[in-house]
């Protein structure tokens, strides 16, 4: 083989491999958009989600289109048999470029029709009530400080009770 012969070949191997990996890659993308593949990747991630949060959570349906917009329809979630939060519908949109940042930006979260009561979970302190319907767009969420910056926030059709427990007194909200 001559000089020539061999940067042609090395050029069409680079070549051949980058196609391979572009159409691995663009395979890869695309089942995650497959409806069986969702569900199989959803459930394990509610499992995984409910092993690691001390709450059982369950949902019908889980659906995830792109860009990222995930919804979830007819979920429970439930600690030590006693329901926490149920409703119709939970659906996200995540803005892409932030998780290359490692951060989350939410291009809006919306609840419709989710019933709630957080018994005992909180230290003296009782949310119940049921959440018509709840949107809001939030960005920069940081889990370690448990912070978000909340843009916008719309609640219709809700009735939300807070009661706090202060030296054995009830105060409601």
């Not at 159409?23 to 459930?43: D, E, H, K, N």
Request: zero cysteines; glycine letters at 6%.
């Amino acid at each position: 083989m001559n000089k020539g012969g061999i940067t042609q070949f090395v050029i069409k191997a680079i070549f051949v491999i980058a196609i391979i990996g572009i159409i691995i890659m663009s395979g890869g993308i695309a089942m995650l958009y497959q409806p069986s593949v969702q569900r199989y990747i959803t459930q394990k991630a509610l499992v995984a989600l409910s092993q690691e949060s001390e709450f059982d959570i369950t949902a019908k349906d889980i659906s995830l289109t792109f860009p990222l917009k995930l919804v979830i329809e007819d979920f429970v979630i439930t600690k030590e048999d006693k329901t926490i939060a149920q409703g119709e519908k939970i659906a996200a949109s995540i803005y892409p470029p932030a998780l290359f940042n490692g951060k989350i930006e939410i291009n809006y979260i919306m609840l419709e029709n989710v019933a709630f009561s957080t018994g005992n979970t909180i230290e003296n302190t009782t949310i119940e009530g049921k959440i018509g319907y709840l949107r809001g767009v939030i960005r920069s969420i940081d889990l370690a400080r448990q912070r978000a910056d909340i843009r916008q926030f719309s609640l219709q059709e809700s009735n939300i009770a807070i009661t706090t427990k202060k030296d054995n007194k009830e105060e409601e909200s």
